[in-house]
Structure formats: structure tokens, C-alpha cells
Nanobody, 116 residues
Framework: QVQLVESGGGLVQPGGSLRVSCAAS????????MGWYRQTPGKERELVAS????????SYADSVKGRFTISRDNDKSTMYLQMNSLKPEDTAVYYC?????????WGQGTQVTVSS
């Protein structure tokens, strides 16, 4: 059974940091391209960052470049998103995604709220 489980979300003040994790199981994690998306009510889900397989090449949305860092640990089948210098506009539900060919898997999401 394929599972992607996000964790680490929460409430943080503007300028603060947070790391969210995505634990994968039920598929060969190291073969899959991984990504973090986020969504706010009334808006479409947007790609925040991605990390490819096998090269580990990373890509970021312009809005988070220089502040967020995506990484993966294939031995632990886990992906991370380190978020620094957080802004109120980063508030969203963050989802992890795994993709290989036509196969795409999603996690259930974790809420990140940036507010004073």
C-alpha cells in the first residue's frame, strides 16, 4: 500500500523556520521524482519545490528561492522541506508528491501557518 505521510507543520512567526517531512512507503522511493506543493483555499495547488531521481536536481518556485531547501534521504525513504525566513503568504497546506511516468502519489497534507 502506497503511503506518503507529511509531518512537521505548525504555527510559526514571520521570519521563523520550519522543516516539514514526507515519509514514503509502498513503492521504490529512490526511483521517484519528488515534490512539495502547497494550496490555500480558493486557489490552485502550486509547485513549491522538486527534486529529481536519480540526479537529485532541485527546482524552486520563484517565490521561495533562497528561503526553502528541498532534500531527500533515499535510505530513509523520506523527503524534507526546510523553510526559512517564512512569510505570512507561505501559509498553506503543504503536500508531498511522488511521480514516475504516469504514476503520481499524494500525501494528505500538513498545515503551515505563518502568523504573529
Amino acid at each position: 500500500q502506497v503511503q506518503l505521510v507529511e509531518s512537521g507543520g505548525g504555527l510559526v512567526q514571520p521570519g521563523g523556520s520550519l522543516r516539514v517531512s514526507c515519509a514514503a512507503s509502498g513503492f521504490i522511493f529512490r526511483l521517484y521524482h519528488m515534490g512539495w506543493y502547497r494550496q490555500t483555499p480558493g486557489k490552485e495547488r502550486e509547485l513549491v519545490a522538486s527534486i529529481s531521481s536519480p540526479s537529485g536536481t532541485t527546482s524552486y518556485a520563484d517565490s521561495v528561492k533562497g528561503r526553502f531547501t528541498i532534500s531527500r534521504d533515499n535510505d530513509k525513504s523520506t523527503m524534507y522541506l526546510q523553510m526559512n525566513s517564512l512569510k505570512p503568504e507561505d501559509t498553506a497546506v503543504y503536500y508531498c508528491s511522488a511521480a514516475l511516468g504516469i504514476k503520481v502519489y499524494w500525501g494528505q497534507g500538513t498545515q503551515v501557518t505563518v502568523s504573529s
